[in-house]
């Protein structure tokens, strides 16, 4: 069955202070990775989709990357407003146990302190 | 102009009750889901639907029914509801199969 891990569970930042959020995955065969922010109360809002290893996306201070047994969210300068949680799932290829669906990770909780 | 929006966004309700939850989509999606997030915030799937075919149920009780009256409504209606059934319930859409989901404000069940 796939699987998804985020780690750390939780990580608390200065701001300014520049980190990395792992998700690491096993999947019979990848049809992309993707990551999701969420904020407290709100359902979770889609960032990246990431296809194939090597392959990289920015959107402001977040960059996501992908090998092929893993993926980071690089946060360069995290400012309080960064301060959420950060999801990362993966869908299958057809043909897949897991195809029609996204299996999730357990997430990682961020804190930026001012 | 909500792209996924489901409704209610709060629900308190007593054991036993039957209730449910409405979700539309305007994306133009071929698939819709039900996610429960647990008190963890893991999201957990229930069930897919592709273009209002059932695709996958996971090991969801009977006591849950969804039902998608076209390619853009995907209500749950759970039956006999239970202490533990409290949590919040996500609906979403991707345009395919597998690819990214779009989520709704979600609806947070409280059963008493």
């Not at chain 2, 229930?46 to 995907?74: G, Q």
């Not at chain 2, 509801?81 to 989520?103: H, I, K, N």
Request: glycine residues 8%.
């Amino acid at each position: 069955e796939d699987q998804v891990t985020q780690s750390p569970e939780a990580l608390r930042l200065q701001e300014g202070e520049s980190s990395s959020l792992n998700c690491s995955y096993t999947v019979s065969g990848l049809r992309g990775l993707f990551w999701y922010r969420q904020d407290p109360g709100k359902g979770p809002e889609f960032l990246f989709t990431l296809y194939s290893a090597g392959e990289e996306k920015e959107k402001e201070r977040l960059k996501a990357t992908l090998t092929k047994k893993e993926s980071f969210l690089h946060i360069t300068a995290p400012k309080p407003e960064d301060s959420a949680t950060y999801l990362c799932a993966v869908g299958a290829e057809a043909g897949g146990t897991s195809y029609g669906k996204l299996t999730f990770g357990q997430g990682t909780i961020l804190t930026v302190h001012p | 102009d909500t792209a996924v929006s489901q409704t209610p966004k709060y629900l308190v309700t007593q054991m036993g009750n039957d209730k449910s939850i409405k979700c539309e989509q305007n994306l133009g999606h071929d698939t819709m889901y039900w996610y429960k997030q647990d008190s963890k915030k893991f999201l957990k799937i229930m069930f897919s639907y592709n273009n209002k075919e059932l695709i996958i149920n996971e090991t969801v009780p009977n006591r849950f029914s969804p039902k998608s009256p076209d390619k853009a409504h995907l209500n749950l209606h759970i039956n006999s509801l239970e202490l533990g059934d409290s949590a919040v319930y996500f609906c979403a859409s991707s345009p395919r199969q597998g690819t990214e989901a779009f989520f709704g404000q979600g609806t947070r069940l409280t059963v008493v």
